[in-house]
């Protein structure tokens, strides 16, 4: 008999030291939760307050062809976020544009802060429109990071040339 209350005892230790562990994986594992859950929010609100729009009249862009040809349109920062000139992607009738290809100018200088307009060219040797021509156009921006993310916003929309 006294055999028994030891086993029982160990059975009991060892029942204890496994439950330990496990909550302390379970506390662990929901922590990661919470700080994954908080990124996400983070991001979510950082990507509802960067936005952008087109700037004037998107049907009168510029189209200049010379070697190499360029399409110039301007674009407002509508959101609350600063946004970064130097992130900017664009794809023209669903080719995309390198970086090396892209030039954003903020008008009037300084960082393309709520309000501010950019000019953005798109310079391409294989662009071949005419006036009048009607190019969609994807144009990806990403804001300042901030508290550890970044925002996003996407416009599609159709722009008219003028030689």
């Known amino acids: 008999m006294a055999d028994g209350g030891a086993t029982s005892m160990l059975m009991m230790v060892v029942a204890l030291l496994v439950s330990g562990i496990a909550g302390v994986v379970l506390v662990d594992s929901w922590g990661d939760i919470s700080q994954t859950l908080?990124?996400?929010r983070i991001k979510a609100e950082m990507d509802a307050s960067t936005q952008i729009d087109f700037s004037g009249d998107p049907m009168t862009s510029i189209y200049v062809t010379v070697d190499p040809e360029d399409i110039t349109f301007y674009l407002q920062n509508s959101g609350t976020q600063t946004l970064d000139t130097s992130s900017i992607g664009v794809m023209?009738?669903?080719?995309?544009?390198p970086t090396t290809d892209i030039t954003v100018s903020v008008l009037g200088g300084g960082v393309?802060?709520?309000?501010?307009?950019?000019?953005?060219n798109v310079e391409d040797s294989d662009f071949t429109f005419s006036d009048g021509d009607e190019v969609k156009v994807s144009i990806v921006v990403m804001s300042e990071q901030s508290r550890g993310v970044k925002g996003t916003d996407t416009l599609h929309g159709t722009l008219r040339l003028k030689v």
Request: hydrophobic share 45%.
């Open 38 to 40: 908080g990124k996400q």
């Open 112 to 120: 393309w802060a709520s309000g501010q307009v950019v000019s953005v």
């Open 92 to 97: 023209v009738d669903g080719v995309s544009i």
